[in-house]
């Protein structure tokens, strides 16, 4: 035995013990937390609702209306989306009109706040309401489109372009 009362054969197996535990430590991952990250979803327009009402969460797949980090795809061929003051102020990632849609914002504000750019290639008649496109946004209206009795608005960077 020795002076601190334990023999040579326990000390010897504490050090491998301590040994294999260290060895395994080693070997057990290590996880890392990640920043908080904002995830944008995809809001599809299937029309199954009203069949033209913006704010109807029933015409978009899984039952949502489009919010400020979502991107709304009307790629539904002859849907005609209506955005009206019953709407009241909102806003949406981007908007991605298909050539054989069309979108009329007649009342209310729509705000399109990016990062994803915005194609509006449908018809789209704008008779009301607000329209502002900001945040390094860029909304590229390049369907037949009317404008009258509304205002548009390009701020903090953002660009509302009507191609020639």
Known sequence: ?????????????????????????????????????????????????????????????????PG????????????????????GTRSVGSIQLADTATFNLT?????ISGPQASVLAGQVNISGGDLTVTMDTMATISGAASISGAS?????GGQIIFPS
């Open 1 to 65: 035995m020795r002076k601190n009362g334990k023999s040579r054969g326990v000390a010897r197996r504490d050090r491998r013990g301590s040994a294999r535990r260290m060895a395994r430590a080693a070997r057990v991952p290590l996880v890392e937390s990640l920043e908080p990250r904002l995830l944008l979803a995809a809001a599809m327009w299937n029309g199954a609702g009203d069949g033209t009402s913006w704010d109807d969460p029933l015409n978009w797949y899984d039952h949502f209306v």
């Open 152 to 156: 548009l608005y390009a701020d903090n």
């Open 68 to 87: 400020a980090s979502d991107d709304a795809y009307i790629n539904f061929s002859g849907a005609s989306v209506t955005f009206d003051s019953s709407c």
């Open 107 to 111: 009342g209310g504000s729509l705000t």
